[in-house]
T-cell receptor, first 112, second 113 residues
Framework: QKEVEQDPGPLSVPEGAIVSLNCTYS??????FMWYRQYSRKGPELLMY????GNKEDGRFTAQVDKSSKYISLFIRDSQPSDSATYLC????????????FGQGTRLTINP | GAVVSQHPSRVICKSGTSVKIECRSL??????MFWYRQFPKQSLMLMAT?????????EQGVEKDKFLINHASLTLSTLTVTSAHPEDSSFYIC?????????FGSGTQLSVL
């Protein structure tokens, strides 16, 4: 079993829809959770960074962590075609950890 | 966020030649940088951890003599793919660590003919 599981998709939704991306994990020691966005042939870009359980909002993006269920989510409101990318979840046990554990990535397409 | 610059973005080389990829942290000092490899439609695979002033730490299964890493300063790490073969063709990405977060370069697409 992988430490972090993420549905690879692909996920295709119409413009304006609310998108929900999810990851589950098995290691209860993970405390820091990140979402990265990666456009094709580009390096990942840090979108959201959260610690422990709870919600964090940044513009159209909301990151949610449920440590009791070992489940994290990224919600995108009012999705735009420019949001089309691969979204990677990542997590670590300690802040500024040397190594992050990544999910497989979910390919998202927003259709105009 | 912090900026990590990676060059070149794309390189095509002949089999048997060596290729060097540079990774620079532009607005912060990074004692630790990381090198990843990514195959199409797959996640990042950590290859090695580059430590300034010391030898790199390689992940299991990664040939250190094949993938030479040099971290000569607090802002520069290089990955050299030696005697490249077609199976080395891949997308290589570096990242650099601030005390809290990890930032990535834009990646290098290596194609070995």
């Amino acid at each position: 079993q992988k430490e972090v599981e993420q549905d690879p998709g692909p996920l295709s939704v119409p413009e304006g829809a609310i998108v929900s991306l999810n990851c589950t994990y098995s290691n209860s020691a993970f405390q820091y959770f990140m979402w990265y966005r990666q456009y094709s042939r580009k390096g990942p870009e840090l979108l959201m960074y959260t610690y422990s359980s709870g919600n964090k909002e940044d513009g159209r993006f909301t990151a949610q962590v449920d440590k009791s269920s070992k489940y994290i989510s990224l919600f995108i409101r009012d999705s735009q075609p420019s949001d089309s990318a691969t979204y990677l979840c990542a997590m670590s046990r300690i802040q500024g950890a040397q190594k992050l554990v990544f999910g497989q990535g979910t390919r998202l397409t927003i259709n105009p | 966020g912090a900026v990590v610059s990676q060059h070149p973005s794309r390189v095509i080389c002949k089999s048997g030649t060596s290729v060097k990829i540079e990774c620079r942290s532009l607005d912060f000092q990074a004692t630790t940088m990381f090198w990843y490899r990514q195959f199409p439609k797959q996640s990042l695979m950590l290859m090695a951890t580059s430590n300034e002033g010391s030898k790199a730490t390689y992940e299991q299964g990664v040939e250190k003599d094949k993938f030479l890493i040099n971290h000569a300063s607090l802002t520069l790490s290089t990955l050299t793919v030696t005697s490249a073969h077609p199976e080395d063709s891949s997308f290589y990405i570096c990242s650099a660590k601030t005390p809290e977060k990890l930032f990535f370069g834009s990646g290098t697409q290596l194609s070995v003919l």
